[in-house]
């Protein structure tokens, strides 16, 4: 596969407007403690989505599923504020219909808890969304404490938190598609690198806990934050809605991989899928859903990876919810 380059001298791989079509813009509030990122898709996408935390904070998710009806999307908001920011979605729809995209257009949203770390900054509203819609751009993808990453933390059974963030990453397969993801990481596990953890809970020492030990050790846990990792993966490939929602299941295996545990009671964990269909692969459709669905898991894990490598250092929580 030939990777999608940022930056050929540290070999840092692309992002999600690497789909042409796709926008991303971001907007933080005054705090600079929570925020929103906007992914829009003027000329719409088929959509797809994986909910598997058994804490989920979405909207409009029973559309896109398969059987409903055949609305395209223009645009997912992912954002801060827990349940408060749902209603930000106003602020991408109204900036959607300003520009005459669609009267109704469908957005759907998935949200993280950043409560504690946000403190009493307000949660994410129709005006920061509109904002976030207003700096979208096919352009690079700032990566770390920006738009929805901005209050993410990681690690939060065991031990002492650690900022969280925004990843991306996108890949193309010779003669095929273009995959790229796009994560919001605020993971109540670990994050795991090739069998290595490289963000997580800490112990007094600065040390990882390795939380997954823990857990099977018997360890009893001394607090539960809820928690969440939400994304988007994005392919220029035409796909149905169907396997759209395939695809978004079969990306699930990235987070699964670069976080443990997962997909606890305690997280939302969201996945969103937007197919473009300006490629068509000459392959059967079984054949199309398992190759793109196996290559948002690759860039879906490489974004949760950069999301939390790509934080303000690699700070503990308490350190940080000092200022």
Known sequence: MNVK??????NIWGGLTDVPGILVGNAEDKSGRTGCTVILCPKGAV?????????????????IRPGASE?????????????????????????????????????PAAVIFDLLYAKDSPPPDAALA??????????????????????????????VPMKGGLGTASIQIPDGPVVAALAVVN?????????????????????????????????????YYSNTTIAVVATTERLTKAEANRVAQLSDDGMARAISPNHTQWDGDTIFCLALGTHTSNMSRDAVV??????????????????????IGMYAFKEIMRT
């Open 5 to 10: 380059k940022q930056n050929s001298k540290d």
């Open 290 to 311: 398992t190759q793109v669905g196996t290559a948002a898991a690759l860039v879906l894990e490489k974004a949760i990876i950069r999301g939390t490598g790509s934080t």
């Open 71 to 107: 609305y395209p999307v223009y645009g997912v908001l992912l954002t801060g504020g827990s349940f408060f920011g749902l209603p930000a979605t106003g602020g991408v729809m109204r900036w959607l219909v300003e520009h005459k995209i669609d009267e109704v257009p469908l957005v």
């Open 130 to 159: 509109y904002a976030a819609c207003q700096s979208a751009s096919a352009g690079p993808i700032k990566e770390g404490n920006v738009g929805a990453g901005a209050g993410a933390t990681i690690g939060k059974i065991y031990g």
């Open 187 to 223: 993971a109540l596990g670990d994050i795991w690198n090739r069998g290595h953890i490289i963000a997580g809970a800490l112990n007094s020492d600065g040390t990882f806990v390795n939380q997954t030990r823990f857990m099977m050790e018997g360890v009893p846990s001394p607090l």
């Open 47 to 63: 959509p797809g989505v994986d909910v598997s935390g058994g804490s989920p904070g979405t909207q409009n998710t029973d559309i």
